[in-house]
């Protein structure tokens, strides 16, 4: 059940790769920052003490999707507020805000999963290699809508329609595996801005590349591009190039805070045409001003 792991010879050949994956409109994107991570651990499963009984865990999970849904309510936006007619709805918005969730972010564009896996990428290559895991999500639809008669999608279907946090504790209870990718309900900016989607498991604890790995046999569904550390400064400005950068993806103040950022340890310029002519005009007047002295003492 292992991915199939692919070491592209330049980068050319990475970009070519992502190109024809692309072009299928069948497989989603995740960048990780290290090659190295062997799984695909959602948040809270990270958190979550492994020696706990297994109820224990799903007690930890509703308590934290009721927090969540008590604290937020009065401070979320009103075209937010419909996140919380389903459970499902308000671990995304979770997702989304930052808390622990057994939810893991996708994303419909290469190139984004590529921004993310290049961040602190250094000019010295120092950091240790990248990677890019893609799925074929169509063929995990497939293969999901021929399992609907069996007993894990009936809990798994359970869990995702569950209107209460009583109702989703039940449905995660009953151990059963079943993994499936889906895309938000409602929208807002960032999650449009980054193409997101979500892979969720109906086993609280279980890695998603396992039970992705499980679901999608074939070597060419599910995928680990790695991408060599001494390339990942030269993959991120071009991506800037691209406008795949934070002013982008994260249409916020916060996002320009990045955005400026890491322009800087990119190397980049900030855009500024008007400052940049001040200062080379300051320069060449300086240096008008210099020359002259420098030849009078020469002649002397």
Not at 26 to 50: I, K, N, Q
Not at 51 to 61: D, G, I, L, N, Y
Not at 112 to 126: D, I, K, N, P, R
Request: net charge positive.
């Amino acid at each position: 059940m292992a991915w199939t792991l692919l070491w592209p010879k330049s980068l050319e050949d990475f970009y070519t790769i992502l190109y024809d994956l692309s072009d299928t409109q069948a497989y989603v994107f995740r960048g990780h920052a290290s090659a190295d991570w062997l799984h695909l651990v959602p948040s809270l499963h990270r958190g979550l003490a492994p020696q706990s009984k297994f109820a224990e865990k799903v007690f930890v999970e509703a308590t934290a999707i009721r927090a969540f849904r008590r604290h937020a309510r009065s401070l979320l936006l009103p075209s937010e507020l419909t996140y919380f007619d389903r459970i499902l709805d308000s671990i995304t918005l979770m997702q989304h805000y930052g808390a622990p969730t057994r939810l893991l972010d996708w994303t419909l564009s290469p190139w984004v999963a590529c921004y993310f896996a290049v961040q602190g990428a250094s000019a010295s290559g120092t950091g240790g290699d990248a990677a890019i895991w893609a799925f074929n999500s169509r063929e995990l639809r497939q293969r999901n809508h021929e399992s609907r008669a069996s007993v894990e999608f009936r809990h798994f279907n359970d869990l995702t329609i569950a209107d209460s946090v009583e109702a989703w504790a039940m449905a995660a209870l009953a151990e059963k595996s079943f993994v499936d990718v889906f895309r938000y309900k409602y929208a807002n900016q960032q999650m449009g801005a980054q193409q997101s989607l979500f892979t969720i498991s109906s086993m609280l604890g279980e890695d998603h590349d396992i039970a992705l790995a499980r679901s999608l046999r074939e070597p060419w569904q599910t995928l680990k591009i790695v991408i060599p550390a001494a390339q990942k400064q030269k993959l991120r400005q071009r991506l800037f190039a691209m406008n795949v950068s934070p002013l982008a993806l994260f249409p916020t103040l916060d996002g320009v805070g990045r955005n400026i950022r890491e322009t800087i340890e990119s190397g980049l310029p900030q855009d500024d045409e008007g400052l940049l002519w001040i200062l080379e005009a300051n320069a060449r007047a300086r240096g008008a001003r210099l020359k002259p002295k420098r030849t009078r003492r020469i002649r002397r």
